[in-house]
């Protein structure tokens, strides 16, 4: 999965949430991480919720640390939606 895509998920759940009326640290994604997977440097741990029998790992990731994350190590560009909204989006 490309960080474009990760960033996309992250933030339709961080926007569904507050539409929800939801706090953001309720706001997630789930990955599909390969056996023998090693996450880049400062890379969010996530909670584990399966391990399947070839060996991948299905883990939740909070999506607004997976989304700073990204941010932080410049892979995407984020922007809020307006003066008056608190929407997150995705710069071009």
């Known amino acids: 999965m490309n960080p474009a895509l990760m960033a996309t998920l992250c933030v339709n759940s961080l926007n569904a949430a507050k539409k929800l009326?939801?706090?953001h640290k309720e706001a997630g994604i789930t990955l599909v991480?390969?056996?023998g997977f090693k996450p880049?440097?400062?890379f969010p741990?996530?909670?584990l919720l399966q391990v399947k029998e070839d060996g991948t790992r299905i883990r939740w990731f909070p999506a607004f640390?997976?989304?700073a994350w990204l941010v932080a190590n410049d892979l995407i560009k984020l922007a809020s939606e307006g003066s008056g909204s608190d929407d997150y989006r995705?710069?071009?």
Do not use: D, W
Request: hydrophobic share 35%; aromatic share 0%.
């Open 65 to 67: 640390t997976l989304l």
């Open 90 to 92: 995705i710069e071009a």
């Open 21 to 23: 009326g939801l706090p």
């Open 45 to 47: 741990r996530g909670r």
């Open 33 to 35: 991480l390969p056996k």
């Open 40 to 42: 880049p440097s400062k």
